[in-house]
């Protein structure tokens, strides 16, 4: 008779495992889970840096907007906003203060003059009157100076 012919052929099946394959397969397990804890750790770490590293991002987004729409606006209206030197001239006669730019002349505040300022003009034209201004003012003060009445001496 004659040999029946053999043919191979693997299949995955169900084994039992020995007491060495239980200890290493333990031991691999022990490993994967300590690694497992330790990339969860990483993965937070680098979670927490990201959540840091988006909110300085968008700081970042935001101020870059902001930058974008003013300049965006200053285009459109042709003209922006600086620090323009201005000097305050005083109108004595008027008793008004004006704010003056420096750079075009052109008034950009008027407003009453305080009391202050009225001395302080005062003040400052008397540094730079002539005697003859002073006496001229002297005589128009006298003349707004009304005298006081005289009391009768009782006898």
């Known amino acids: 008779m004659s040999k029946p012919k053999v043919k191979m052929e693997m299949r995955v099946l169900k084994c039992y495992l020995t007491t060495e394959e239980i200890d290493a397969k333990s031991a691999e397990l022990a490993r994967v889970v300590m690694e ?13 840096r990201a ?14 907007l902001t930058t ?19 000097d305050w001239h005083f109108d004595l006669e008027g008793g008004r203060a004006i704010l003056v ?17 009225r001395q302080l003009k005062i ?13 001229m003012w002297e005589t128009q ?8 009445p005289q009391q009768e001496e009782e006898k």
């Open 101 to 117: 730019r420096r750079d075009t002349g052109e008034a950009i505040k008027s407003r009453e003059m305080t009391d202050e300022e």
């Open 51 to 64: 959540k840091g590293e988006k909110k300085e991002l968008e700081g970042v987004v935001k101020e870059l």
């Open 141 to 148: 003060l006298q003349a707004t100076i009304e005298p006081e």
């Open 123 to 135: 003040g400052e034209a008397l540094e730079s009157a002539t005697a003859e201004q002073i006496r």
């Open 36 to 48: 497992e804890k330790n990339a969860e750790e990483i993965l937070e770490a680098a979670i927490e």
């Open 68 to 86: 974008g729409n003013r300049l965006a606006a200053e285009i459109t209206s042709r003209c922006t906003s600086r620090d323009v030197p201005c």
